[in-house]
């Protein structure tokens, strides 16, 4: 070390430093895909360093989520199964997240879905085994979104009305309707008094690639269900609802600027009720697409947390519709996957660190880091 | 169904919401907010009867929940704070992981059975007083003893204390404070790491003293959402916190046990005979929440109060004025 005389200059041994500065041109069109990617990566190798830690096998661990739900084209039709709800409910959050409200009770309007299309049959409304099998899937499908839309009004309307914070109240709503649902489940339609009702007719289950195996023999055992055409047919109508509808626009304008928006004579009140609404129906046909297509029957424990994973693939998708399709697959075969993998707990944790490591990398779309050489400017 | 039995059941409870909103009350008043209370409540739950379990010594678990709950507060801080991204996103973010990693860190912790718990005890003379003697002061948990002293601590410490003048003035007008020469950011970290120890706290108080146990998500079960929610309803105030985590806590008691008598004020109880109708008393606490929030909500636009002007709000140091 050389000691330095107060008069002399002092001399800089590092003549770079890192500087952070905010970005003032827009980025290339790849940067934030890029940049999620390098956030999964991230959260992937944590996720390692943490399964490690707490006494499990990282590799074999991933190995087998892929193996498990990518291997063959029977597993991969499962991880569809799985997809399918999720893009409802990615898409219920996208839109109520693009106006930056935060429905975060789609887990509740896909529990109140599935119990508005159960109703139809077992209350009964229609029979499951005289009606005409397009009306009737039509009837619990309309009767699955009203009931998913009712429960999103509801936090809707006292958001509107009485300026109550939507984030707790949908929360709220997810435990009345898991309450609710248990009651129908228990104490009216249980078969023999387990925690299910009947079996629903095979002509109220929706149709499923394996129906078809007669005519497409390589379709044998495949289980996706048609409840993947409503979720593609939902996800390019929300799409086309956010950017080429002048709701889609308003919802954008609410987003960005509320200010603006209520300036330029848009009802924010009016569009927090019916974004609700349509977010919650959205997530109620995730509900009746997993009754008719997946389980057949009203039971307890229908959801494995879609209404949350919803939340971190609406997020990871940049609330686009369309690649919300694409982002629900992946997380299908993690949820799918994940069963199987000892800690249990071990798919959860995987979603939160990536959501955690997904919003810590939004910071990069605003600020660069920069190397400068010291004395320049 | 002894009114002094669910009241003073009532006040145990009540003390883990307690400790939760007044964590959330202090993060909030900083101005960030922080929706990650369940999930730290469940870090806090695990790792303190995990603790409990490995070493013996519940008071080790107290110590570890605080500690390690904290830690992960941090997480949201810097994320909110200096990566500046949407509070509400990082807030869930951190509720997923902490549900995550506690259930990681707590597997097969369900099946360790009985540990030594945090002691109960009356206090002398107190609980001679006739009936808020026996509520308030017999036969209750540590935890509950110190929820009495540290909600009006809280409170004289905010409104009082010049620290607390820093705190609001943090919250209310961050560019202010900083021309005063306060480090916003330094503060910010702080509560944030206050809300988090206490809400570690709240989850030890769970898993040592009020419900002892790991139930994996159960062990919660929405105390963390609620705790919130009353955050709002207090008006980030910590004496209305007290009042509403009590009332709560009641409300948690009277549940389990309205189903127990045949009768109630003369009339068939329902719930003692179609026991299915429980369902519907699972749902009031949720329910509550809600009515809670539509009270607190209407006042605050009654009074034209609010929350802090900054909650929510990233400070940006020299590039703009709240």
């Known amino acids: 070390m050389i000691e330095e005389t107060p008069s002399s200059q002092p001399q800089r041994r590092f003549t770079f430093a890192i500087r952070v500065e905010p970005r003032l041109t827009e980025t290339a069109s790849w940067y934030p895909a890029l940049l999620s990617f390098m956030a999964i990566v991230v959260a992937l190798l944590l996720g390692a360093v943490i399964i490690a830690a707490a006494g499990g096998d990282p590799i074999s661990s991933y190995r087998h989520i892929a193996k498990a739900s990518f291997g063959s084209l029977g597993v991969f039709s499962d991880t569809m199964v799985k997809a399918i709800p999720l893009m409802l409910t990615g898409l219920a959050c996208s839109v109520a997240f693009r106006m930056r409200l935060w429905n975060i009770g789609a887990e509740g309007q896909f529990y109140l879905g599935a119990f508005g299309a159960s109703a139809v049959i077992l209350l009964p409304i229609l029979s499951d085994k005289d009606t005409p099998r397009w009306i009737l899937i039509l009837v619990m499908l309309v009767a699955g979104m009203l009931m998913g839309a009712l429960w999103g009004f509801i936090p809707g309307y006292l958001k509107a009305k009485f300026n109550v914070n939507e984030i707790i109240s949908s929360l709220m709503m997810n435990y009345i309707a898991i309450a609710w649902n248990n009651y129908w489940i228990f104490a009216v339609w249980t078969e023999g008094g387990f925690q299910m009702s009947r079996m629903f007719d095979k002509n109220a289950w929706l149709p499923r690639l394996t129906d078809f195996s007669k005519t497409v023999p390589a379709f044998r055992g495949l289980t996706t269900h048609f409840g993947l055409v409503f979720a593609l047919v939902a996800a390019v109508i929300v799409w086309f609802i956010l950017y080429r509808s002048r709701w889609g626009y308003e919802i954008r304008l609410i987003g960005d600027n509320p200010k603006a928006a209520e300036y330029a004579g848009i009802s924010i009140t009016r569009n927090v009720v019916l974004v609700m609404m349509l977010s919650g129906a959205l997530a109620g046909l995730a509900g009746m697409s997993e009754i008719t297509g997946v389980v057949h029957r009203f039971q307890e424990r229908i959801s494995s947390g879609y209404g949350f994973t919803g939340i971190i693939i609406a997020w990871l998708a940049k609330l686009n519709p369309l690649v919300v399709v694409v982002v629900s697959i992946l997380f299908g075969a993690l949820l799918l996957a994940g069963r199987e993998i000892q800690p249990s707990g071990i798919p959860k944790l995987i979603q939160g660190i990536i959501l955690v490591c997904l919003i810590a990398s939004d910071f990069f779309l605003r600020y660069q880091i920069r190397i400068v050489r010291q004395g320049e400017d | ?322």
């Open chain 2, 1 to 322: 169904m002894d009114p002094v039995i669910i009241l003073q059941a009532g006040v145990a409870s009540g003390t883990v919401l307690l400790f939760a909103t007044l964590g959330e009350i202090f993060a909030e008043r900083s101005g960030v907010l922080n929706l990650g209370l369940e999930g730290m409540m469940l870090i806090g739950a695990m790792s303190a009867f995990k603790t409990a379990v490995v070493t013996g010594n519940p008071w080790w678990g107290i110590v570890v929940a605080v500690v390690f709950t904290g830690l992960i507060s941090q997480i949201h801080a810097a994320i909110a704070i200096h990566l500046q991204a949407d509070q509400v996103v990082s807030g869930l973010a951190l509720t997923f992981l902490g549900t995550g990693l506690s259930l990681v860190l707590g597997e097969g912790l369900s099946k360790a059975g009985t540990i030594s718990l945090l002691p109960s005890f009356s206090i002398p003379l107190l609980s001679q007083i006739p009936i808020l003697g026996r509520i308030f002061f017999s036969n209750q948990s540590i935890m509950v003893y110190l929820g009495y002293v540290l909600f009006p601590l809280c409170w004289y410490y905010i409104n009082y204390t010049r620290p607390g003048l820093h705190l609001r003035a943090v919250g209310e007008f961050p560019a202010a404070a900083d021309a005063l020469g306060i480090n916003v950011y330094r503060l910010r970290y702080l509560y944030v790491l206050v809300g988090g120890m206490l809400a570690g706290l709240a989850g030890a108080t769970i898993s040592l003293a009020i419900s002892p146990g790991w139930f994996s998500e159960m062990t919660t079960s929405g105390q963390g959402w609620i705790a919130i929610g009353l955050v709002i309803f207090s008006q980030w105030d910590p004496m209305r916190a007290a009042a509403g985590s009590y009332i709560f806590g009641a409300l948690r008691r009277l549940i389990l046990d309205i189903q127990g008598p045949l009768t109630i004020f003369g009339y068939r109880n329902p719930f003692y005979y179609n026991p299915y109708y429980g369902f519907f008393l699972q749902m009031l606490p949720y329910a509550f929440t809600i009515v809670v929030l539509v009270i607190g909500s209407r006042e605050a636009i009654r009074k034209r109060m609010g929350s802090p002007a900054a909650l929510g709000l990233p400070f940006i140091r020299g590039q703009r004025g709240l």
